[in-house]
């Protein structure tokens, strides 16, 4: 089964910034240029990240050991996270709405603390190698009707597409 290595989604993700760095230093110079930066960039928004950023620190005091247990610094991870996911939130909310700055400030608090835990379970929900195992097994098998599974923790129909004599 395919395995999938961190170190090679290091190396990937590094050959991805390598690539895409000449349309990113294009597109910041004609946003510097035309002196136009997004709404999470601007000065009004301070006020949401640091909000963002309390949310997050509050969100590192969320204790889950089935969590905790897969970070090498939960507290730190759950901090960014919850920074990052309650500017992002309030990002949507402000592109979608004509809401103030002053209640997205507000808002930006318990969206990181309750988006922060969130977020880090389903990162490591989704990176159970089991899951990955078996999501990749049943993509193949129904694309191809070839049975790549190879642990015998998962339970595998032999009838499916059996030849019968009417083929």
């Known amino acids: 089964m395919l395995k999938i290595k961190l170190k090679r989604l290091w190396w990937l ?10 349309f990113s230093s294009w597109a910041a110079s ?19 990240w640091v909000f963002a950023a309390a949310g997050g620190v509050c969100a590192a005091f969320v ?22 996911s309650g500017v992002a939130i309030c990002s949507l909310i402000d592109n979608f709405t004509d809401t103030q700055s002053g ?12 988006s922060a835990p969130l977020a880090a379970g389903i990162m490591v929900w989704l990176s159970n190698q ?14 191809t009707g070839v049975d790549t599974s190879i642990d015998s923790d998962f339970t595998v129909d032999r009838n499916y597409k059996r030849s019968n ?3």
């Open 13 to 22: 993700s590094l050959v991805a910034m390598v690539a895409s760095y000449p």
């Open 30 to 48: 004609q946003a510097i240029q035309g002196r136009v930066l997004p709404a999470p960039f601007l000065l009004s928004w301070l006020g949401v």
């Open 63 to 84: 204790r889950i050991p089935e969590i905790d247990g897969r970070f090498y610094h939960p507290s730190v991870a759950k901090s960014l996270l919850g920074l990052f």
């Open 103 to 114: 209640a997205l400030a507000f808002f930006a608090f318990f969206a990181s603390i309750f």
């Open 130 to 143: 089991k899951r990955i195992d078996k999501a990749l097994n049943q993509a193949v098998r129904s694309r």
């Open 165 to 167: 004599d009417n083929d």
